[in-house]
Nanobody, 119 residues
Framework: QVQLQESGPGLVKPSQTLSLTCTVS??????????WSWIRQPPGKGLECIGYIAFTGRTYYSPSLKSRTSISRDTSKNQFTLQLSSVTPEDTAVYYCVGLDPIYDVDYWGQGTQVTVSS
């Protein structure tokens, strides 16, 4: 079973760039048809899709975050990375990396990592 693990700083200062890495094991980020996503959940709110990088390397970003978001990958390390620039306290959330298999309609979630934006 595919496993995902988020890593990165838990505290980021306002105006800085939030950077998180997701390490994938027991599966490859280049596996056909898979999508590798970043999703977040602010306190007291629902889940929000930030964007994804497909098995081809194609990316998609949520329109509301597109101007501040970059998702990239390192196939040699089987990792994909989120960068969110110019953060504010409103970016405080639990951030999840998620692998999506659209063929079998299965998703695999990391455990999530709390990121707090505060000075």
């Amino acid at each position: 079973q595919v496993q995902l693990q988020e890593s990165g700083p838990g505290l980021v200062k306002p105006s800085q760039t939030l950077s998180l890495t997701c390490t994938v094991s027991d599966g490859s980020i280049t596996t056909n048809y898979y999508y590798w996503s970043w999703i977040r959940q602010p306190p007291g709110k629902g889940l929000e899709c930030i964007g994804y990088i497909a098995f081809t390397g194609r990316t998609y970003y949520s329109p509301s975050l597109k101007s501040r978001t970059s998702i990239s990958r390192d196939t040699s390390k089987n990792q994909f990375t989120l960068q969110l620039s110019s953060v504010t306290p409103e970016d405080t959330a639990v951030y999840y990396c998620v692998g999506l298999d659209p063929i079998y309609d299965v998703d695999y979630w990391g455990q999530g990592t709390q990121v707090t934006v505060s000075s």
